[in-house]
């Protein structure tokens, strides 16, 4: 008997929207799901989305981060969900993402604002910045669980991708796609001022932003 297999199976056909929908490639992004008040449900490490099955999610201690169930090696960057899911009790849900157009903000290492008009109740005050440190590293860890803030539930890691948390994983693969419109009107406001830009390549950049953000929204 597989424990907790629709939410396991929830965290597979969300991992192959986000791969369809580009917000990851390869095996690169993961997700972490609360399962009850103790166990969460992480993706595994290096494995193909669309061969995954809800048996490959392992589950782990919030606490301790110890495998409690299943086989497979659970992802490196285990411990900024479990950082990001105690952090934020009434949210179930912590997607990692390398999206192209909010990661290119994080490489900028800028904080990004949510458009005027947004939800901040639902989607924090801001999308916060989190200094760079390596990949999948104790160091980028306890950076992380440090900036944690209790009204923030979107981060950029500086040079590496985007972090969130919602309700249930619906709502944070909603919040992935406003933080990838964001971005992108982020950087076409900052193109748009700039006036010593190639004039084709100012069109193709406004373009790509322009459908960037009309996905997202």
């Not at 939800?119 to 950076?143: E, I, Q, W």
């Not at 500086?158 to 693969?173: D, K, Q, R």
């Not at 322009?210 to 929204?217: D, I, L, S, Y």
């Given at each position: 008997?597989?424990?907790?297999?629709?939410?396991?199976?929830?965290?597979?056909?969300?991992?192959?929207?986000?791969?369809?929908?580009?917000?990851?490639?390869?095996?690169?992004?993961?997700?972490?799901?609360?399962?009850d008040d103790r166990l969460m449900a992480v993706t595994p490490?290096?494995?193909?989305?669309?061969?995954?099955?809800?048996?490959?999610?392992?589950?782990?201690?919030?606490?301790?981060?110890?495998?409690?169930?299943?086989?497979?090696?659970?992802?490196?960057?285990?411990?900024?969900?479990?950082?990001?899911?105690?952090?934020?009790?009434?949210?179930?849900?912590?997607?990692?993402?390398?999206?192209?157009?909010?990661?290119?903000?994080?490489?900028?290492?800028?904080?990004?604002?949510?458009?005027?008009?947004?939800?901040?109740?639902?989607?924090?005050?801001?999308?916060?910045?989190?200094?760079?440190?390596?990949?999948?590293?104790?160091?980028?860890?306890?950076?992380?669980?440090?900036s944690l803030k209790a009204d923030i539930y979107a981060y950029?890691?500086?040079?590496?991708?985007?972090?969130?948390?919602?309700?249930?994983?619906?709502?944070?693969?909603?919040?992935?796609?406003?933080?990838?419109?964001?971005?992108?009107?982020?950087?076409?406001?900052?193109?748009?001022?700039?006036?010593?830009?190639?004039?084709?390549l100012r069109t193709f950049l406004l373009n790509v932003l322009?459908?960037?953000?009309?996905?997202?929204?």
């Open positions: 008997m597989v424990r907790f297999k629709e939410a396991r199976q929830e965290i597979v056909e969300t991992c192959r929207y986000l791969a369809d929908n580009g917000y990851v490639a390869g095996t690169g992004g993961n997700i972490g799901l609360r399962v490490s290096a494995t193909d989305y669309y061969t995954m099955t809800a048996e490959d999610v392992p589950l782990l201690s919030l606490d301790t981060m110890e495998v409690v169930e299943g086989t497979t090696v659970p992802t490196i960057e285990r411990s900024l969900h479990a950082a990001m899911l105690r952090k934020h009790p009434t949210r179930r849900a912590s997607i990692h993402t390398h999206q192209p157009i909010a990661s290119a903000v994080a490489l900028l290492h800028e904080q990004l604002p949510w458009p005027t008009g947004s939800d901040f109740s639902a989607l924090g005050a801001h999308v916060a910045l989190v200094g760079y440190r390596p990949s999948g590293t104790g160091m980028l860890a306890k950076l992380f669980a440090k950029l890691l500086a040079s590496h991708g985007v972090i969130c948390a919602g309700e249930n994983l619906a709502v944070a693969v909603d919040m992935i796609r406003k933080v990838e419109a964001a971005a992108a009107i982020h950087l076409k406001t900052s193109i748009e001022k700039r006036t010593n830009l190639d004039s084709e322009e459908k960037a953000e009309t996905k997202g929204a």
